[in-house]
């Protein structure tokens, strides 16, 4: 019975190598800015500013408007 349900979990990948199964090295847990300690989340890596803006170009409320538009890119 043991063994069924083995057979039946989902493998982990890890998230720094995409074609290796997770082993639980905890290198994806070490910080990027100091290498002995652990990631505690802080953002100080991902230099994140108190604001930011995204430009939006055109906005579609009608499906089809959209599709006719893609192919005219293309």
Do not use: T, W
């Amino acid at each position: 019975m043991i063994r069924a349900i083995l057979i039946h979990m989902e493998r982990k990948m890890c998230v720094l190598d995409e074609e290796k199964e997770c082993d639980g090295c905890l290198e994806c847990e070490v910080c990027d800015l100091d290498p002995n300690k652990i990631c505690d989340n802080c953002g100080k890596c991902l230099n994140i500013q108190e604001f930011a803006s995204i430009r939006i170009d055109k906005l579609y409320l009608d499906p089809e408007a959209y599709e006719r538009d893609q192919c005219k890119k293309q």
